[in-house]
């Protein structure tokens, strides 16, 4: 079965304060592994999209790495506006015979000034 | 651009009613379109996947005859909650997909969501 866990649950970070977040997964055939954004009673906002082991992306202070079991979401020297939950999925074919995404439960991350 | 919109923000409505909902991709064409369902500090449950034109195919444990998809057209689709109960109460979020060359790998953007209360 397809699944997604993400680590920690919660991370409270000082501003300024670097820190990866991580995802680890099993999927059989990966079709893309997914970076969301989420606040509070807001839909996610896509950050990163990664197809295969080794790549990288990277958008303002945050950096995406993937290997062939888990991703990693780096942030660099985060500000209080990076506060959110974020939220790993993998893009995985559905019992349905439709590719569907896997979400994980999320890491709420809180940057205090 | 990829921006994905949904209509209304809020609901609330008595047991018994319908409630519909509306998902609209504003900027891009969108063959596959998703709908989810997230309980507080949850992440997305996905409930169905849709296809233009073509009926919404829905995960198990989901009441096909309870939460009616339709898929009109390449830019909106639509999740009737029918006879809503308080069970039903949750923040529905729609997703769509973008149909560019690449065969499978196309990004997924969502919606704002819908807060449903039904009282």
């Known amino acids: 079965e397809d699944q997604v866990t993400q680590s920690p649950e919660a991370l409270r970070l000082q501003e300024g304060e670097s820190s990866s977040l991580n995802c680890s997964y099993t999927v059989s055939g990966l079709r893309g592994l997914f970076w969301y954004r989420q606040d509070p009673g807001k839909g996610p906002e896509f950050l990163f999209t990664?197809?295969?082991a080794g790549e990288e992306k990277e958008k303002e202070r945050l950096k995406a790495t993937l290997t062939k079991k888990e991703s990693f979401l780096h942030i660099t020297a985060p500000k209080p506006e990076d506060s959110a939950t974020y939220l790993c999925?993998?893009?995985?074919?559905?019992?349905?015979?439709?590719?569907?995404?896997?979400f994980g439960t999320g890491t709420r991350l809180l940057v205090s000034p | 651009g990829a921006v994905v919109s949904q209509h209304p923000s809020r609901v609330i409505c008595k047991s018994g009613t319908s409630v519909k909902i509306e998902c609209r991709s504003l900027?891009?064409?969108?063959?596959?379109m998703f709908w989810y369902r997230q309980f507080p500090k949850k992440s997305l449950m996905l409930m169905a996947t849709s296809n233009e034109g073509s009926k919404a195919t829905y995960e198990q444990g989901v009441e096909k005859d309870k939460f009616l998809i339709n898929h009109a057209s390449l830019t909106l689709s639509t999740l009737t909650v029918t006879s809503a109960h308080p069970e039903d109460s949750s923040f529905y979020i729609c997703s769509a997909r973008t149909s560019g060359s690449g065969g499978i790998y196309n990004e997924q953007f969502f919606g704002p969501g819908t807060r449903l209360t039904v009282l």
């Open positions: 999925a993998v893009q995985a074919l559905g019992n349905t015979g439709f590719q569907k995404l896997v």
């Open positions: 900027d891009f064409q969108a063959t596959t």
């Open positions: 990664l197809y295969s």
